[in-house]
């Protein structure tokens, strides 16, 4: 599995692209914006992206799939149906990453949750509903690869003080799922830096 970090946009969101060496299939987690970037790099691993997936409806992570949509590129999206509202919210938001709208609606192609099946070439993507942060915060796992969106970050976890969010529902998402996971998993956040789930264990002060 080969990943790889795009950073965008005024409030530096991750975009996560993730290719699966033996089939060449390709992924997007999350799109903060850049999405030609992304898919020179894709052209140049010859690699073909499948579909994107959405860990939150956050303006800052799918930015970048409506300009995509915009410029009529069209690559299946999911998110999960909690989140369909936020993903809505776009063009309130904007002025915060400093473009000017109005932007076209985000195209959503399906809603997924912990019961969807979801594939990488032939590999599982195991999906985690984690509310909390957002109502339909999701992360996903891929072999040892946990992408946790802004559930969890690298000794922080993400904030609940916007719509939607809860303090308690994000602690108890994190502790009951995500903890759970092998402790080797990386853990590939939207902001910041790479974490594995042994260090949160040992040192986010959020999850002791
Ligand atoms: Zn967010």
Redesign the pocket.
């Known amino acids: 599995m080969k990943v790889q970090l795009f950073v965008e946009n005024a409030i530096r969101t991750n975009s996560w692209v993730v290719i699966d060496e033996e089939t060449d299939d390709a992924i997007i987690i999350d799109c903060g914006g850049g999405y030609e970037k992304i898919l020179d790099f894709l052209n140049t691993q010859n690699a073909n992206l499948k579909y994107i997936l959405c860990t ?1 409806g ?1 303006f ?2 799918i930015v970048g799939i409506v300009e995509m949509q915009k410029n009529n590129i069209n690559v299946p999206v999911y998110i999960n149906k909690n989140d369909e509202f936020l993903a809505y919210q776009l063009n309130d938001m904007l002025g915060i990453l400093g473009i000017a709208g109005p932007y076209p609606k985000i195209n959503i192609d399906n809603f997924v949750d912990e019961t969807s099946e979801l594939k990488i070439g032939n590999k599982n993507i195991q999906i985690f509903q984690t509310p909390g ?2 109502p339909g915060g999701l992360c996903f796992k891929i072999e040892n690869l946990l992408f946790s ?2 559930s969890l970050f690298h000794r922080e976890i ?2 609940c003080d ?1 719509p939607g969010g809860n303090f308690h529902s994000l602690i108890n998402s994190l502790k009951s799922k995500i903890l759970t996971v092998p402790e080797q998993t990386v853990v590939y956040p ?1 902001h910041g830096s790479v974490t594995s789930i042994k260090e949160e264990k040992l040192f986010n002060p959020y999850l002791k």
């Open positions: 939150h956050h800052d992570h942060h957002t969106g802004d993400g904030r916007l939207g």
